[in-house]
């Protein structure tokens, strides 16, 4: 079965300042896609950005990026320009080619201004 | 509306009650998905319909029974819960089985 792990059960940063969050995942299969979902205090689980493992190129979402490391089963997400906007709950999740979605433990970002 | 929707957000309900959580998409997805997430544990997947089948149902307690009537709704029908039950209950859709998930509000159970 797959897991995914995170790490850092809580991460803070100044505004305009750089953040890395760490995942790692287990997985025996080849073809899946990695997520990073962010949970602000509202609740509403939002996609922040999507990878597909048969991408060597990492995805960009504008000051949201991953660093894919496929051999090591890394999915770091880094948050350039951090806002206050951008605290809340930041979840990794590993999708299977048959779809099912497994989600880590949460990091908690908090954003000082 | 837009997106996925919950309702309702907050309930509080005795272990003998009887209630039950909708969830709408207005995505055109064909597959939705129950989640429950409690205090300090990952999310964990319930149920998931896709084209209104159950094509996974994992190992949850007979007390949650969920419905797919279309591809648009989803309901949870809750009976005789446990305290231990309480927690954020999220529904999700994709375009299909596969593809990537996209989450309603949730709803904040609370089980006396």
């Known amino acids: 079965a797959q897991t995914v792990t995170q790490s850092q059960p809580e991460m803070s940063v100044q505004e305009a300042e750089t953040v890395t969050l760490s995942c790692t995942y287990d997985t025996s299969e080849s073809d899946y896609y990695l997520f990073w979902y962010k949970q602000p205090p509202s609740r509403q689980m939002i996609l922040v950005i999507r990878q597909e493992a048969y991408k060597q190129q990492n995805a960009t979402e504008n000051r949201f990026s991953v660093n894919f490391q496929k051999a090591a089963k890394s999915f770091s997400l880094k948050i350039s320009d951090s806002q206050l906007g951008d605290a809340a709950m930041y979840f990794c999740?590993?999708?299977?080619?048959?779809?099912?979605?497994?989600f880590g433990q949460g990091t908690i970002l908090t954003v000082h201004p | 509306e837009t997106g996925v929707t919950q309702t309702p957000r907050h309930l509080v309900m005795g272990m003998t009650n009887k209630k039950s959580l909708k969830c709408e998409q207005h995505?055109?997805?064909?597959?939705m998905y129950w989640y429950k997430q409690s205090a300090k544990k990952p999310l964990e997947l319930m149920f998931v319909?896709?084209?209104?089948?159950?094509?996974e149902n994992n190992s949850v307690p007979s007390r949650f029974s969920p419905e797919c009537p279309n591809s648009s709704h989803l309901f949870l029908h809750l009976h005789t819960l446990q305290p231990e039950d309480s927690a954020l209950y999220l529904c999700?859709?994709?375009?299909?089985?596969?593809?990537?998930?996209?989450f309603g509000p949730g709803t904040r159970l609370t089980v006396l």
């Open positions: 319909y896709s084209l209104e089948e159950r094509v």
């Open positions: 995505l055109g997805h064909n597959a």
């Open positions: 999740a590993y999708r299977s080619s048959y779809g099912k979605l497994t």
């Open positions: 999700a859709s994709s375009q299909e089985y596969t593809d990537t998930q996209y």
